[in-house]
């Protein structure tokens, strides 16, 4: 029987949850379903249907198990349903949507629960570890940004020559013609996914180089909504290394209990009222970033760092699946002792949004609060030597799929790629 914390209960998660905790450990395998079951079909056809497809209304759990190899961490900082859990083992996730507006995501360890609620242009964070509530709004000129913004986005739509469009099945072949330069796409067996017949679509690295063996979608038969994600690894293909699949699910509209959000009694809540003048900061700041928006004028240099999407100090090199992504100038010390300007400048080096969140030095604090105090408690410098292994110039993260390399000047170099990759590429070997 699992316990929860009283504020949990109020929280009004439907009592199904509590089983579906359970049965996080004892995730059903996909079994294969008769070929008679489903319409034959080929991977264009089934890309084009699901490209069409409307938003669907659902709800059910979820089961995300992780594979990735990695040490095993110290009891004290697993159990509850923080983002540790995520690196290995099972949790359970709850799923509600209105396939629209509305839509509510809980993920649930063994006493405790962290959820997100989005309803139009407002959003809600519930810990119940912490029994705090993040409200995120928009003030009355971020409002009225956004709304002229889908009226010229409509206006644009509808000034647009429909016999112009490309179709579905064109852009599903054409989609299929790119990623036949690095992947190779198949359809698999039909599968049965939390009692629902479902195609797999399976996409797999093409030559040498990737740590990714492929990667198999299960997509429902009838409204053509993923029902699963599987990613193996080359270096064990026995089992996936990563897999979010639902063990039940319902496609009807979940009633408003289930998408409206309450706060909880006692909880406090922080207001984040996104401005206009935090939309303006986010748009592109340029005409290179702007123009690479437009699918008609897509330029690789737009790429480039300093061009409005990689910021300055980013590099790029590889291909395809065996891409390598390199950060220089890094304050990792900082970061890991918590430095709030270290914090600063790393969250300055990612992409502006006004929905990021809190600022990256309050996410620092809350993971290292203790855990009396509602954080996670977590010691950084412990958990990085737990998770990294020294080399000459540095340390490396390896896992199944990923692979990071934090180098003794201040590299942070990271891909799906095995270490040795890391280490030629940052000179190291």
């Known amino acids: 029987m699992v316990v929860m914390k009283s504020n949990r209960l109020r929280w009004a998660v439907p009592a199904a949850t509590a089983v579906a905790v359970g049965a996080a450990f004892t995730i059903p395998s996909l079994a294969t379903a008769s070929a008679d079951e489903l319409p034959e079909t080929t991977p264009a056809q089934l890309l084009a249907a699901v490209a069409q497809a409307e938003p669907t209304a659902m709800s059910g759990t979820a089961v995300y198990t992780a594979r990735l190899g990695l040490p095993e961490l110290p009891a004290e900082m697993t159990g509850g349903a923080d983002p540790l859990n995520l690196l290995s083992g099972s949790s359970t996730i709850r799923v509600w949507t209105d396939g629209a507006e509305r839509s509510r995501v809980s993920l649930l360890g063994t006493a405790s629960e962290y959820s997100a609620v989005v309803d139009g242009a407002e959003a809600w964070t519930y810990s119940s570890g912490k029994n705090e509530v993040v409200h995120v709004s928009l003030d009355a000129e971020a ?133 206009g003048e935090d939309l303006a900061a986010a748009a592109p700041q340029d005409e290179a970033a702007a123009d690479a928006l437009d699918p008609e004028a897509l330029d690789p240099s737009a790429l480039a760092p300093g061009a409005g999407f990689l910021p300055e100090g980013t590099s790029i090199s590889g291909f395809g699946w065996s891409t390598v992504v390199q950060q220089q100038g890094v304050d990792v010390a900082g970061l890991l002792a918590g430095d709030p300007e270290a914090a600063a400048d790393a969250a300055a080096q990612l992409p502006a949004s006004p929905f990021a969140g809190r600022p990256a030095e309050d996410l620092a604090a809350e993971f290292g609060a203790d855990r009396a105090d509602g954080g ?54």
Not at 394 to 422: I, N, Y
């Open 143 to 275: 409002q009225s940004q956004l709304d002229a913004a889908k009226a010229d986005a409509q206006e644009r739509a509808d000034a647009v020559d429909p016999a112009s469009i490309p179709t579905p099945e064109v852009l599903a072949e054409q989609f299929l013609a790119l990623a036949g330069t690095t992947s190779e796409v198949t359809l698999e067996d039909d599968v049965v996914v939390a009692g629902r017949d479902a195609y797999q679509l399976e996409i797999a690295p093409r030559g040498e180089g990737s740590l990714v063996d492929r990667v198999v979608v299960a997509f429902d038969g009838e409204t053509y909504a993923p029902l699963s994600v599987q990613a193996w690894s080359t270096q064990d293909t026995s089992a996936p290394a990563l897999e979010l699949a639902f063990t039940d699910v319902s496609m009807e509209t979940p009633s408003d209990a289930a998408l409206a959000f309450s706060t909880p009694e006692g909880a406090t809540v922080e207001e984040k009222v996104i401005t």
């Open 376 to 429: 996670f408690g977590l010691d950084a410098s412990a958990l990085y030597e737990q998770l990294t292994a020294p080399v000459d110039g540095g340390r490396v993260f390896s896992s199944a799929l990923l692979s990071a390399l934090v180098t003794d000047d201040g590299r942070v170099l990271v891909g799906a790629v095995p270490t040795d990759t890391l280490l030629a590429t940052a000179g190291l070997s």
